[in-house]
């Protein structure tokens, strides 16, 4: 059964980094585009950043563009996000999620808690 676990969340204060990862396992990830998502509290999930399975194409939120940065190591089987100049707003809980729209397969992470407070 396939699995996502994130990890790399906490809190930091405006203008600070971070950088969340989200390891895979029981799939073959090489073949599953990755796509990070938050949610804040009171307010639906949206989408942050995606990449393609090769890891050639990125599409960003016009919210984060300029200051995150998706990627994915696919020998590792990891995928990644680095936030910079994060701001109170970007305070969510955030979710990575993998996918293979060929055969119709999602897997979800549990997701990680990113605070941003002085």
């Known amino acids: 059964q396939g699995q996502l676990v994130e990890s790399g969340g906490g809190l930091v204060q405006p203008g600070g980094s971070l950088r969340l990862s989200c390891a895979a396992s029981g799939f073959t990830f090489s073949n599953y585009a990755m796509t990070w998502y938050r949610q804040a509290p009171g307010k639906e999930r949206e989408l942050v950043a995606a990449v393609t399975s090769s890891g050639r194409s990125t599409n960003y939120a016009d919210s984060v563009k300029g200051r995150f940065t998706i990627s994915r190591d696919n020998a590792k089987a990891t995928g990644y996000l680095q936030m910079n100049s994060l701001k109170p707003n970007d305070t969510a809980v955030y979710y990575c999620?993998?996918?293979?729209?060929?055969?119709?397969?999602?897997?979800w992470g549990q997701g990680t808690q990113v605070t941003v407070s002085s």
């Open positions: 999620e993998a996918r293979n729209i060929y055969y119709n397969i999602d897997y």
